[in-house]
C-alpha cells in the first residue's frame, strides 16, 4: 500500500494519443477510449492499465477482440501484447453516484470531472500517471436541452446533432499532457466572454462559465485572470499557448481549483464575487486563484511531474508565482504577514504531528493526502529562499533555463535545481537539503559581552521529526540586523551579514560588533526571510524596541505578536501585565495610527494555533482563558486610542481598492475589539445595518460574535433570513454559528445539520459548518469530556463513507494531539481509535489516523 520515491520506474508502456467519445448520461455514462500505445525499452512485461469502479462492456486490440484479460479492482492487464497497438475499450461509469467527487461527477446538474491526482482512472482504463503524455482528442455527446453546453480540454474543432436529437462536441488538444490535466464540463450555464492579445500579438477567447443568474458575479474573476496573463508575460516572458482560455465555476468540488489544461474548473468560492456577497478576503482570494490555476499553464502543464513525490515542483513554484502575483495587485507587507500566519498556524504544526514530510515527500499511501501546506506552502518558501539567494535578475535566468530545458517533459525537483543552478555559483548541493529534510529548524541567539565588544552567535537545530530522526544542518538564509535599546543600528565587523542577510549553513556562526561593549538586540528573520523558528526570548523592552527601530516592517509586526505572547504566558501562570508595557505598547501604536495596513496587523492577537506553536503540553482551557483576559485588557487599556481609529476611518461607498480595503480591515479589526466593551454595542449594530457590502457585514458579525449574546443572536437572525437562498454567503453564517462558544453547540450544530441548505454531500457546506467547528472552536472542540472530539468523529464516521478526500482534511485537528495535555491527548486518540476500527475506513483517512495513532 505504501509507495516510495526511491521505487520510480519508467513506466513499461507509453500512450501517445488518445480518443475518447464520451455519451452523458447520469448512471450510465458511456466511455468509448481508443489509445495508441507502444513498449516503452526493451522487457517482455504484462500492461497493466489503472482503472477503479469502472465497468467493463468491450476490449479489443488492434480491432480484434481479446479474451486474454484479467480485471481487478484497480487494473485492467493484458499479459502478452505486441510493442506497437491501439487499445480499444468501451465502459459504463456512474456520475450521478459519484459522491467522492473525484474522476467524473454531477455537481448541481452539471457534469465536471476531477482527475488530479489520480482520478482519471474513474473515467477510463489508462496508464494514470504523469510521465505518460498523450493529446487527446475528445468528442462528448448529450440532451441538447439540459447540456447545451459540452467543453474538454484544447480547442473545439467540429459539432453536430444525432439522429436522436442528441448534439456532440469535437475538441482536440494538441499539446501532449498527461491525463491528471484532462478535463470535460457539460451542462447549462451563463457565460462572460472575453478577449485577450498577449505581447505578442496572439488573440485568445476568454470564457467565464457560472450557473445561469449569476453572470453578474464574474467580472472580477475574468479581470483577475487577464491581469495574471499580462503579469505572466511580463515578470516571467510566458505566454499563453491555445487559441481559448475556459474557466468553469462548479458548486461541488473538494478543494480550490483545477489548472486542467486549457479548462480550468473552479470551486464557485473562488470565482464568483460581488460586493454584496463577498468580502474583501474573497475578492483577494478569486484573484489568487485565478492567477494560480493561469500560472500553472508553465509551471505543471507545459513543464510537469515525473512522478506525484514531485509535486511541489509544480505547486511550490506556482504558488510562490502567485504570491509574487498578488503582492504586485494588492500590497507586499499584509501579503507577506497572511503567508507567515499559514506556516506558521499550520505548516509547522503539521511538522510537529505524524504526517510530518519533506516537501518533496518519500513515502505516500494516499496522494491527495500530500496536497499539503507543507508542499504547497513551505515549498513557496524554498522557492523563495532561492530567490532571495539568486536575486531577482539571476532567478529569472534559471527559470528560463528550466523552460528551456524541460518544455514539453515530465520532470524532477531536482531537474528544476540544476535548471536554476546554471545561473548561479552559489553550490545548490547544500541547498537542496531543503527538499528532502521535514521539520521545522529552530534559530537560537546567544551573546557576550566584553569591555569594547559584543559577539553575537546564531545556531540552528532541526529537532527529530515523526518520520525522521536525524537532521543535518541546512542552508538558510536569515534576515538579520543588529540594533539597541535607543534604536542605533550596528553591522559586524567581518561583514558577514551582507544586504542584510547571513547565510546560515554550519550547525552556528558568530558575529562581532565594535560597539563599545554593550547588550545588542538582534533582529531576526526579515521578511521571514526562511521558514524556520525563531528561539529567542526577548524582553518587553527590547520588543518595543524592534517594534519602534527594525527597518523591515515584518519585524516590527513580528516583535508586538511575540509581545503579545509573552503577555499571554504572563496570564497562564496567574501574574499580571505591568501598566509600564501597557504604556509602551500605547505609545506602539499611537506611533503609526495613521498607518492603516501596519496597524490592522499589529492589532490582530496571535490566534489560538499559533500560539499553541510556541507551547508544549497545552492545557486548553488555561491557555484559552490567558488569550480571552489579554485581549479583554488590551481593549480596556486602549480603548480611547481605538475608539479615535474607528472614527478617523471614513469610506465612500464600497469599492474594492488597495487603499479602501486596507482601511476597511483597519477599522473592522479596531470594531473587533471594541465588541467586547457593551458599551459599544450600538457602534456594532451601526457597522452592521449602515454596510453596504459583505467585509462589514461579516465585519460586525464576527464582533458581535465577542460581545453581547443578544446582540449577536438578533444579527445573525437578520444575516441568515436575508441571505438563506445564497449558499456561498450562507457558508459564512455556518462557519459563524460554528465558531461562536456556547455551552450548547454540539445541539446547535445539530440543528444547523438539518437546515435546507445544509448537505453532506457539498464540500464547501461541510468545511463551514464541521471544519469551522473542529479547527477554530476551541472552546467547543476541545471540551473536557471529549464531546467536541466525539462529535467531529461521528461525523467523520458518516462522511468517510461518501467522501474519503474531504474527511482526511478534517480529520487534521484530531491528529495533532501531541501539542495538548495528557487529559486532551487521551481523549483525542480515544476517537481516533474509533476511526481506525471502522469498517471499510478509506486509505485517506486510514493514513492520516494510523500514523497519528503510531506517533509517539
Ligand atoms: N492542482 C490543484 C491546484 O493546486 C489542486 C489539486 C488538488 N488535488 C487533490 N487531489 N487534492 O490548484
Ligand atoms: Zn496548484
Known amino acids: 500500500q505504501v509507495k516510495r520515491r526511491a521505487d520510480y520506474q519508467p513506466p513499461a508502456f507509453l500512450i501517445s494519443s488518445v480518443e475518447l467519445t464520451i455519451h452523458l448520461h447520469p448512471q450510465s455514462t458511456r466511455v468509448h477510449s481508443v489509445l495508441k500505445i507502444q513498449r516503452n525499452g526493451n522487457h517482455d512485461q504484462e500492461l497493466v492499465l489503472d482503472g477503479e469502479q469502472l465497468n467493463l462492456l468491450e476490449l479489443s486490440i488492434d480491432g480484434q477482440t481479446i479474451t486474454n484479460y484479467e480485471v481487478t479492482d484497480s487494473a485492467l492487464v493484458i499479459p502478452s501484447v505486441s510493442n506497437e497497438f491501439t487499445l480499444t475499450t468501451v465502459c459504463t461509469i456512474s456520475p450521478a453516484d459519484n459522491k467522492a467527487l473525484e474522476g467524473l461527477y454531477l455537481s448541481n446538474g452539471v457534469y465536471c470531472t476531477q482527475c488530479e ?5 474513474r473515467i477510463t482504463y489508462f496508464i494514470d500517471r504523469p510521465d505518460v503524455l498523450a493529446t487527446y482528442q475528445v468528442t462528448l455527446h448529450g440532451e441538447r436541452k439540459t447540456l447545451p453546453t459540452l467543453l474538454s480540454n484544447g480547442n473545439p474543432v467540429d459539432e453536430g446533432i444525432n439522429a436522436d436529437g442528441t448534439h456532440w462536441v469535437k475538441w482536440v488538444d494538441p499539446h501532449p499532457k498527461p491525463s491528471y490535466l484532462f478535463a470535460i464540463v457539460a451542462g447549462e450555464f451563463d457565460v462572460l466572454k472575453d478577449e485577450y492579445i498577449t505581447l505578442n500579438g496572439k488573440r485568445v477567447a476568454l470564457e467565464l462559465y457560472v450557473d445561469k443568474g449569476k453572470r ?3 467580472q472580477f474573476a475574468l479581470d483577475s485572470l487577464k491581469r495574471a496573463m499580462a503579469w505572466d508575460e511580463q515578470e516571467y516572458g510566458l505566454e499563453y499557448d491555445l487559441d481559448i482560455y475556459m474557466v468553469v465555476a462548479v458548486d461541488f468540488f473538494n478543494m480550490g481549483a483545477m489548472e486542467n489544461k486549457g479548462l480550468n474548473i473552479f470551486n464557485s468560492k473562488f470565482v464568483l464575487a460581488n460586493p454584496e456577497t463577498a468580502t474583501d478576503e474573497d475578492f483577494f482570494n478569486v484573484e489568487s486563484v485565478i ?4 500560472f500553472h499553464n508553465w509551471t505543471g502543464n507545459r513543464v510537469t511531474c515525473r512522478d506525484w513525490f514531485q509535486l511541489s515542483l509544480k505547486e511550490g513554484l506556482t504558488v510562490f508565482r ?3 502575483f498578488s503582492a504586485d495587485m494588492t500590497s507586499p507587507l499584509s501579503n507577506r504577514i497572511k503567508h507567515v500566519r499559514v506556516i506558521r498556524e499550520h505548516q509547522f504544526a503539521e511538522d510537529a504531528s505524524a504526517m510530518s514530510h519533506p516537501i518533496r515527500p518519500d513515502e505516500v499511501i494516499e496522494m491527495n493526502n500530500f496536497y499539503t501546506v507543507t508542499v504547497y506552502d513551505k515549498g513557496a518558501e524554498v522557492i523563495r529562499m532561492l530567490h532571495t539567494l539568486l536575486g531577482k535578475e539571476r532567478f529569472r535566468a534559471g527559470m528560463d ?3 528551456n530545458r524541460y518544455d514539453g517533459q515530465a520532470v524532477t525537483c531536482d531537474d528544476f535545481l540544476s535548471a536554476m543552478q546554471t545561473a548561479t555559483d552559489l553550490d545548490l548541493a547544500h541547498f537542496s537539503r531543503w527538499y528532502s529534510q521535514s521539520g521545522t529548524p529552530e534559530i537560537t541567539v546567544s551573546q557576550k559581552v566584553s569591555a569594547d565588544k559584543t559577539w553575537v552567535t546564531i545556531s540552528q537545530y532541526t529537532p527529530p521529526t515523526a518520520d525522521q530522526q536525524d537532521k543535518s544542518e541546512l542552508f538558510i538564509p536569515l534576515g538579520f540586523s543588529c540594533i539597541d535599546l535607543n534604536g542605533r543600528h550596528y553591522q559586524d565587523c567581518e561583514q558577514k551579514v551582507l544586504e542584510g542577510v547571513l547565510i546560515l549553513d554550519q550547525p552556528e556562526t558568530t558575529l562581532t560588533f565594535d560597539n563599545g561593549g554593550q547588550e545588542l538586540i538582534p533582529v531576526m528573520l526579515a521578511g521571514f526571510s526562511a521558514p524556520v523558528r525563531i528561539k529567542q526570548g526577548l524582553s518587553s523592552e527590547a520588543l518595543l524596541a524592534t517594534f519602534l527601530y527594525a527597518q523591515d516592517d515584518f519585524n516590527r509586526w513580528d516583535a508586538l505578536q511575540q509581545l503579545y505572547d509573552w503577555c499571554i504566558t504572563q496570564y497562564e501562570i496567574n501574574q499580571s501585565v505591568e501598566d509600564k508595557i501597557w504604556e509602551g505598547l500605547r505609545d506602539a501604536l499611537e506611533s503609526e495610527k495613521n498607518n492603516y495596513e501596519l496597524l490592522s496587523e499589529c492589532l490582530v492577537i496571535p490566534s489560538f494555533e499559533t500560539l499553541c506553536q510556541t507551547r508544549t503540553n497545552i492545557h486548553v482551557e488555561t491557555l484559552h482563558a490567558a488569550r480571552e483576559q489579554f485581549a479583554r485588557e488590551f ?21 474594492y481598492n488597495q487603499q479602501d480595503v486596507i482601511a476597511r480591515r483597519c477599522k473592522n479589526v479596531v470594531l473587533g475589539h471594541l465588541a467586547r466593551l457593551t458599551q459599544h454595542e450600538d457602534l456594532v449594530k451601526e457597522h452592521f445595518n449602515q454596510s453596504d457590502n459583505m467585509t462589514d457585514s461579516l465585519g460586525a458579525l464576527k464582533a458581535a460574535q465577542h ?3 443578544e446582540l449577536f443572536k438578533t444579527l445573525m437572525e437578520t444575516y441568515g433570513e436575508q441571505w438563506k437562498n445564497d449558499p456561498l454567503v450562507l457558508d459564512k453564517w455556518f462557519s459563524l454559528h460554528a465558531t461562536t462558544e456556547r455551552a450548547d453547540i454540539l445541539s446547535h450544530l445539530t440543528l444547523l445539520q438539518s437546515h435546507p441548505q445544509f448537505s453532506i454531500d457539498n464540500p464547501n457546506r461541510v468545511r463551514a459548518l464541521i ?3 473542529a479547527f477554530y472552536n476551541t472552546s467547543g472542540f476541545h471540551a473536557l469530556d471529549g464531546s467536541g472530539y466525539q462529535y467531529l468523529t461521528d461525523y467523520l464516521l458518516k462522511l468517510d463513507d461518501c467522501n474519503p478526500q474531504v474527511a482526511a482534511r478534517l480529520v487534521t485537528p484530531l491528529t495533532q494531539w501531541q501539542r495538548f495535555d495528557q487529559h486532551h491527548q487521551e481523549q483525542m486518540r480515544r476517537q481516533l481509535a474509533r476511526l481506525l476500527e471502522h469498517d471499510g475506513l478509506s486509505s485517506d483517512v486510514f493514513e492520516k489516523v494510523s500514523k497519528s495513532l503510531a506517533y509517539e
Not at 491526482?117 to 482512472?121: D, L, P, S, V
Not at 486602549?638 to 469599492?655: A, F, G, R
Open 117 to 121: 491526482a489520480e482520478g482519471f482512472r
Open 635 to 655: 481593549i480596556t487599556k486602549l480603548e480611547n486610542e481605538l475608539k479615535d481609529v474607528y472614527h478617523s476611518i471614513q469610506l465612500d461607498s464600497y469599492q
Open 771 to 773: 471544519g469551522s467547528f
Open 291 to 294: 492567477a494560480h490555476e493561469y
Open 401 to 403: 533555463e528550466y523552460f
Open 707 to 709: 460581545g453581547h449574546r
Open 216 to 218: 453578474d458575479r464574474g
Open 322 to 324: 502567485d504570491q509574487q
